[in-house]
């Protein structure tokens, strides 16, 4: 795996990642009993967290991207060569 498809492969992970863990705790101000007042939405987070969620993708998705990583170095999965055309 050379170091773009590394990057790229990483970047496929995170925001996979991302999407699982953004619903994950949240609390609208519908359920939380806020009146958004006009024009708010009450399905909107009341506290997003978005900063924890972003360090928890990153932390998940190395890992996720270290498995797959030692699964293609010691050939575990063993990937059909490209077509020709394609090199």
Not at 45 to 58: A, G, N, Q, S
């Amino acid at each position: 795996m050379g170091i773009a498809t590394g990057i790229a492969i990483f970047l496929t992970i995170w925001w996979t990642v991302l999407f699982a863990i953004l619903p994950l705790g949240v609390v609208s101000h519908a359920e939380a009993g806020i009146n958004k007042g006009d024009g708010g939405d009450p399905g909107a987070p009341v506290d997003p967290k978005l900063r924890k969620k972003f360090f928890t993708t990153t932390w998940i998705a190395a890992i996720l991207w270290t498995i797959l990583f030692l699964v293609l170095h010691f050939r575990l999965i063993v990937l059909p060569p490209l077509p020709a055309s394609w090199t």
